[in-house]
């Protein structure tokens, strides 16, 4: 039950795009196609942005993607927008109805 | 609209209980896994424990095995968390999440525990 790896922080200026990765191990990133990523503003709850790697809920703009290869899981956000300044985290599905989060990534947007 | 609201935090000395609840509406409550989520202030989401549909399967973080009991009332749309013998490294926000699919997707807004004493 180790905390996947993310990056603490990245950044990018408006308009641009940052990718976020993620890493685990064969038992939980590289096991499953359940990765699943969330945006979180300080003090709010989390809010749900990607689903079974590469999905986006209803209302989840296009900008959002996600992708994975082997045991590493990546959410890419492209032309950059002010309100996406907030933390990041991946969620991966790690067997028995149990989740492992990463340690989550603070976005700034220049 | 899914609405998940909990209740029951606050301040408990160290080796004490607390009860966590979690009041669910705007779906069927009885047709979905259950979980309980927590946040130190400042860090990270680490996962604390599941609940199945029906209430009959488990699951626990090794953190929190043998001293936290999830369970939930479907008559009442109610999810909660027994929380004993708490520890100064409990001190989080505990959110209650829906599982769809293998991951979270409805939060509720979170309820403070701090254990000091």
């Known amino acids: 039950q180790s905390a996947l790896t993310q990056p603490r922080s990245v950044s990018g200026s408006p308009g641009l795009s940052v990718t976020i990765s993620c890493t685990g191990t064969?038992?939980?990133?590289?096991?499953?196609?359940?990765v699943s990523w969330y945006q979180q503003h300080p003090g709010k709850a989390p809010k749900f942005m990607i689903y079974?790697?590469?999905k986006r809920p209803s209302g989840v703009p296009d900008r959002f993607s996600g992708y994975k290869s082997g045991n590493t899981a990546s959410l890419t956000i492209s032309g950059l927008q002010a309100e996406d300044e907030a933390d990041y985290y991946c969620?991966?599905?790690?067997?028995?109805?149990?989740?492992?989060f990463g340690g989550g990534t603070k976005l700034t947007v220049l | 609209e899914v609405h998940l609201v909990e209740s029951g935090g606050g301040l408990v000395q160290p080796g004490g209980s607390l009860r966590l609840s979690c009041v669910a509406s705007?779906?069927?409550?009885?047709?979905?896994?259950m979980h309980w989520v927590r946040q130190v202030p400042g860090k990270g989401l680490v996962w604390v424990s599941g609940?199945?549909?029906?209430?009959?399967?488990?699951t626990y973080a090794d953190s929190v095995k043998g001293r936290f009991t999830i369970s939930r009332d479907n008559a009442k749309n109610t999810l909660n968390l027994q929380m004993n013998s708490l520890r100064a490294d409990d001190t989080a926000v505990y959110f209650c999440?829906?599982?769809?699919?293998?991951?979270?997707?409805?939060w509720g807004q979170g309820t403070l525990v701090t254990v000091s004493s």
């Open positions: 064969s038992s939980d990133v590289g096991g499953y196609n359940y």
């Open positions: 705007g779906f069927t409550f009885s047709g979905y896994w």
């Open positions: 999440a829906r599982d769809t699919r293998y991951a979270p997707d409805y």
């Open positions: 079974d790697v590469t």
């Open positions: 609940i199945s549909s029906d209430g009959s399967g488990t």
């Open positions: 969620c991966s599905y790690a067997g028995s109805y149990t989740w492992v």
